[in-house]
């Protein structure tokens, strides 16, 4: 079988779930040929800068246009639209995919951004009218990354759609999506968040306290988020615990947090690659609601705190926790203290992350490769 895992650079959650799915299918079917590719390397420098920091950039600097933006587009039909206008007019990455799509032929392309499903749309349709029946190939899944999935991820070319949890799954099925279509598979992450982790020896290897409950600080890869102003919050909390920030590539960040002197013990990280053991050893995780992020603690069973979440899909994915009981939320910084101070030690942060653990499902992207092996082996008999 001949299989593309299809991505972008927007962010790191995409590329990740990518990476999650190619290990999975490496290690139930290393026979096959297998390529992971990001659509990224088919635009122009200018291009390729715009789509992978823009999102960056305008969450970060103008969420509320950046939700005005989700909102608008969040629409089946408009999506439908915008997909057909695009496809009048040339687009030279667009082709150069389709080239390559071509040269590969692939039995199976699985699609952790939007993006290609472009493309594949209209390769499909081509192919429709083929008299040996080619009009099935490739077998298209897309794997949406978030709680919520925006109208974008839907296209006439999906033949099955991967989704965080059932409540997704309903999402998709009420906008017109077959059900049979549709399956709650979770978001692929690395099987490493599924492996045992002794807490108590992580903590000696990573030389925390054996005594103090650990709060975890998390800013993303790029080092997003006002991470400094929620650590000095932090600091006001009367009751003893311990800190450990990751600041991701923001080295400045690093810097800054590592000079300063804290109440509370602080352990400032940078790009971290030991995220299953930090967060085995946390009691508690204060993050942006990333879908990768969110899934990666749910798995390990750890509740998030979730501090002025972006409007759109954090927006979404912090309403799924807060729902489901696994997270908190507040919505300005300088009432994170109060709450901190509430949930340590406490009966409710238990409870959260029991909830987080039920919702937990480390094995999605072994789950994804099955689903697809599954259906194509069963339309290759029909």
């Known amino acids: 079988m001949r299989v593309l895992i299809a991505t972008v650079t927007a962010g790191g959650g995409h590329v990740a779930a990518a990476a999650a799915i190619e290990e999975a299918w490496r290690e139930s079917r290393p026979e096959d040929a297998l390529e992971r590719l990001d659509l990224g390397r088919f635009f122009s420098p200018l291009h390729r800068k715009v789509y992978s920091q823009g999102y960056l950039q305008v969450a970060d600097h103008a969420p509320e246009l950046w939700g005005m933006l989700f909102k608008q587009t969040d629409r089946p039909e408009l999506a439908r639209k915008l997909s057909r206008w695009k496809r009048a007019f040339p687009s030279a990455s667009r082709s150069k995919f389709t080239r390559h799509l071509a040269k590969f032929d692939p039995d199976v392309v699985l699609c952790t951004h939007y993006l290609p499903l472009e493309a594949l749309g209209k390769l499909k349709r081509r192919l429709a009218g083929d008299a040996l029946g080619e009009a099935a190939k490739p077998f298209v899944a897309s794997v949406v990354t978030d709680f919520e999935a925006h109208a974008l991820w839907m296209d006439d070319c999906v033949d099955l759609y991967c989704v965080a949890a059932e409540q997704t799954r309903a999402r998709l099925i009420a906008r017109g999506a077959e059900p049979a279509r549709v399956v709650a598979t979770g978001i692929p992450i690395s099987p490493r968040f599924s492996l045992r982790i002794d807490p108590a020896r992580a903590r000696r290897k990573l030389g925390l306290r054996d005594d103090l409950p650990v709060v975890l600080v998390l800013s993303g890869g790029f080092g997003m988020g006002p991470v400094a102003e929620c650590v000095a919050e932090l600091d006001k909390v009367s009751k003893p615990f311990q800190v450990v920030v990751v600041t991701g590539k923001n080295q400045e960040l690093r810097r800054e947090l590592a000079m300063q002197d ?14 299953p053991e930090l967060m085995a050893v946390a009691d508690l995780i204060l993050s942006k ?47 994170l203290p109060f709450r901190v101070e509430q949930l340590l030690g406490s009966r409710k942060l238990t409870e959260m992350g029991r909830a987080a653990k039920a919702l937990g499902r480390p094995k999605a992207a072994k789950e994804i490769c099955a689903q697809v092996v599954s259906r194509l082996t069963a339309a290759t008999k029909a």
Request: hydrophobic share 40%; no cysteine; charged share 20%.
């Open 289 to 335: 609601p990333g879908g990768l992020t969110t899934s990666e603690a749910l798995a390990m069973g750890k509740p998030l705190f979730i501090v002025n979440p972006i409007p759109g899909q954090e927006a979404a994915n912090s309403d799924f926790l807060l729902e489901q009981g696994a997270g908190a939320k507040v919505n300005r910084v300088e009432d």
């Open 262 to 275: 804290r109440r509370h013990p602080t352990h400032v990280l940078g790009f971290a690659t030991n995220m």
